[in-house]
């Protein structure tokens, strides 16, 4: 990649060559006894390119690669980029490592889908060891920029493979490889454990960093072993610091818990719900006090009950403009908390994290699953509302990140309004009226049947257990029986505990998205869910959603910083598959579920991160 050693003689040769004359004048003053010394001029990359272009021949060559080497030093991407195309069109002798500068240089100005398509041309042309690892590298940062890490990995391993097999520097690629392994989760680890001693070197010692940070004596065992199984492997360089930063990490100890919640008012009856659930938690540490604090007092006042308390650790409030209130006070800015809803306001402490039921995480998880069964085309159908309008807008937002294909969308204002939407959304009164035109052509009785439009290959619907129920049929009976079936899914809203004690035969077939703690099997504590049940037989469903959430933020505290520190790290929680991105904020990955004729069942379905639409070939955008 740098100069010839003639390149560079010849180069300082014309440089030394400009002062000769100055020198000689000097050297012929008598009154001057010492020779003043002449610093070679420095000649920025841009310059550079621009004598290379008032030249011709070999004298333009050699400028253009001085040009090259100083554009990269400088890291002035745009100006390499053309650089290396003149090099390209003046027929240099090494284009493939100009075109690899190419693609490094549009990946640097974020032209991911142009990158990639040149890296995608110069597949069958890597002949030389350094260069096969520039190009994986440079794919493998391309798909890590968009958070695509299970397709970035597998370029980072080949990598790897081939800079320790040919003795290239890989200091670069083997801490952007240890980063994004650190955002997987060990069952995706697993996935990965198989191929080269190289890759497994690799994935090993990333599980036994989520298997035993916060056990220092166990993870010092499983260090050791890892470096007699692996030796000189280039994962070694992540060892003595890694270690260092993983034994230092210590759970928060929980003494003193003080909890903010709503205890009078409107909202008493949903704080009253968190609150059992924390105190059901609790049990895992009988030692902690716990001290609960009136969330709609004065900020002054609840200052005042902080001060007196000096609690290790804060969970809630609740509401959102609660938590937007306790942001502001200084003296609550120095607690460990964790809010139990989202914030308007910046995340500004790594001490500070946001566990919400939100209904986005289930968009997100939709959209995963859609795509890994390569749905192109999504109906949905929401209420008119705040709410409806705002979840659509989130998964249409979502949904064009990765498809061309807008979804088709439809709101109903109220229960009458329904079978005339999903009429309209699939078609079928066009088709009514198609009928209506040959009947009227033909004196005799006309067999006929309605279609509905075929284009339509998934649908989603965004209501609550009682809407979904009357929804649901009109999709059934509307949809053509000429038409393969298309498959409904829907959110945990859906899904009511109370509704389902009658008939679930309406909904069969329907899948949704749910927390594990409100589903038949799904829950990893039946012990728990049977005191539960005794002691609140008549708990609405929101009341168990929020008991389950307030056991969950006692279970998280011990774990949050090892949480933190390895994002691909999760437990399993009653509210989902718990983990916590570089925000703060708690992920829920909930599980899915679908109706049959007298029962539910859960479900493992498929799911994968997208490919933005911008770094998809051509051909599959159609």
């Known amino acids: 990649m740098r100069l010839t050693h003639y390149s560079l003689i010849l180069l300082f040769s014309l440089l030394s060559a400009c002062s000769t004359t100055e020198k000689t004048q000097i050297l012929k003053k008598p009154e001057i006894n010492q020779q003043k010394k002449v610093q070679p001029k420095v000649y920025t990359a841009t310059q550079l390119y621009s004598n290379a272009r008032a030249k011709r021949g070999a004298d333009k060559i050699q400028l253009l690669y001085l040009a090259r080497e100083k554009a990269l030093e400088e890291q002035n991407w745009s100006l390499l980029e053309s650089i290396c195309t003149t090099l390209i069109s003046s027929q240099s002798s090494d284009n493939i ?66 800079a320790q097999k040919h003795d290239i520097d890989a200091n670069e690629l083997n801490k952007k490889l240890w980063a994004e392994l650190a955002k997987l989760q060990s069952d995706s680890l697993e996935e990965l454990n198989t191929g080269s001693s190289i890759q497994q070197g690799w994935i090993n010692l990333a599980l036994y960093n989520q298997l035993y940070v916060g056990d220092p004596v166990s993870l010092h065992s499983a260090m050791n072993n890892w470096q007699r199984r692996y030796p000189r492997h280039p994962a070694s360089f992540a060892l003595p610091d890694k270690m260092k930063n993983l034994l230092a990490i210590e759970p928060y100890k929980l003494t003193k818990l003080a909890v903010l919640l709503p205890e009078t ?14 105190l059901a ?75 919400a039921l939100s209904p986005e995480h289930e968009l997100t998880q939709a959209i995963n699953h859609f795509l890994a069964k390569e749905y ?43 079978q005339n939407q999903v009429k309209r959304l699939l078609e079928v009164d066009e088709s009514k009226k198609r009928i209506n035109k040959i009947k009227l052509l033909f004196r005799e009785k006309v067999n006929n049947e309605t279609r509905s439009r075929r284009d339509i290959d998934v649908i989603y619907l965004i209501g609550d257990a009682v809407q979904t129920r009357l929804l649901k049929p009109y999709f059934d009976v509307n949809i053509s029986t000429f038409a393969e ?14 509704v389902d004690r009658t008939d679930k035969r309406d909904l069969a077939g329907l899948y ?92 493992k379905l498929k799911e994968v991160k997208p490919t933005p639409l911008f770094l998809q070939p051509s051909e599959n955008m159609d």
């Open 265 to 278: 008012g409107k909202n008493a009856r949903i704080g009253e719900a968190v609150k059992n659930g924390i």
């Open 97 to 162: 490592q100009n075109s690899l500068y190419i693609a490094l240089s549009q990946y640097h100005q974020y032209q991911y889908a142009s990158a990639l398509a040149l890296l995608e041309k110069l597949n069958d042309k890597l002949t030389s060891p350094a260069h096969y690892y520039w190009h994986q590298l440079i794919t493998g940062n391309i798909y890590a920029k968009q958070s695509l890490t299970a397709q970035a990995v597998p370029y980072y391993f080949r990598a790897s493979e081939i």
């Open 281 to 355: 938690a609790s049990y895992i540490n009988h030692d902690a006090e716990i001290h609960y604090i009136n969330s709609i007092e004065s900020i002054e006042k609840i200052n005042e009950h902080i001060t007196l308390i000096k609690p290790d650790f804060i969970i809630g409030p609740l509401l959102k403009n609660n938590i937007d209130k306790i942001k502001q006070s200084e003296i609550l800015a120095n607690y460990p908390t964790i809010f139990l809803n989202s914030s308007s306001s910046e995340h500004t402490s790594l001490e500070h994290y946001s566990f």
């Open 376 to 418: 192109k085309k999504p109906l949905l159908l929401a209420p008119k509302n705040k709410s409806g309008e705002r979840l659509v807008q989130s998964f249409t937002q979502q949904w064009q990140l990765y498809s061309k294909n807008l979804p088709e969308i439809g709101f109903y204002a109220d229960k009458k309004d329904m």
């Open 485 to 498: 079936k298309v498959p409904l899914y829907a959110s945990s809203k859906s899904h009511s505990l109370q």
């Open 512 to 603: 949704f998205t749910e927390i594990p703690w409100m589903l038949p099997q799904g829950h990893t504590q039946p012990a728990l869910r049977a005191q539960f049940d005794k002691l609140w037989p008549q708990q609405g469903d929101l009341q168990q959603r929020l008991f389950a959430m307030g056991y969950d933020a006692v279970k998280l505290i011990p774990q949050l910083k090892q949480l933190s520190a390895l994002s691909g790290k999760s437990i399993q929680g009653l509210t989902g598959l718990l983990s916590i991105n570089q925000d703060g904020q708690i992920h829920r990955q909930l599980q899915w579920a679908r109706y049959f004729q007298k029962s539910i069942k859960v479900l």
